[in-house]
């Protein structure tokens, strides 16, 4: 990463792959670090140039041990508003996945586990799940629970 940011670095290289790639996209956004975020930028001339398409949900960054920042994943769209005016910001809040039950299960739980999150360690403000599901399907939560931590293993319970 950081000999491709340097290699960036050269105008020759910058004009030639701004030429290449009039689009860019990026999958899983959330995970974004600074340094993949200053490949991706000079590309684009700043969002001067070119088109940007992110996607992301930053409740679901998971890579802090490797530096992803969620400042990144909020930098970006604050300037994709900017630049692209607000319309190009596109929010999907609703999924097909989950079962109402469990998407009513979710907000109830983490409403309270989100209610004040730590920035520090990447947590976000609680936001609700909407089901976009039409059918009947009622889903269900079960809970693992174990006498002791010696009965067995947390691998060999999950597996069981």
């Known amino acids: 990463l950081l000999k491709t940011r340097d290699i960036l670095k050269n ?3 910058k004009k030639y ?3 290449k790639y009039r689009y860019i996209m990026v999958d899983e956004y959330q995970d974004t670090n600074e340094i993949q975020y200053e490949i ?3 590309i684009l001339d700043n969002l001067n140039s070119g088109n940007l398409c992110v996607v992301g949900d930053e409740k ?3 890579y802090m041990f490797r530096d992803a920042d969620l400042e990144v994943f909020n930098r970006t769209k604050k300037k994709i508003a900017e ?3 607000e319309e190009s910001l596109l929010t999907l809040p609703h999924s097909f996945r989950l079962a109402p039950g469990i998407a009513l299960f979710i907000n109830h739980l983490f409403r309270n586990l989100f ?3 730590e920035l520090i360690f990447n947590e976000v403000e609680h936001s609700d799940l909407y089901c976009a599901r039409t059918d009947d399907a009622p889903g269900k939560v079960e809970l693992i ?3 002791n931590e010696s009965e067995i293993s947390e691998a060999e319970l999950v597996a069981a």
């Open 83 to 85: 630049m692209k005016e």
């Open 11 to 13: 105008d020759a290289v």
């Open 40 to 42: 991706i930028m000079p």
């Open 115 to 117: 209610a004040e999150p």
């Open 145 to 147: 629970l174990r006498e």
């Open 60 to 62: 679901q960054s998971i």
């Open 17 to 19: 792959l701004e030429s």
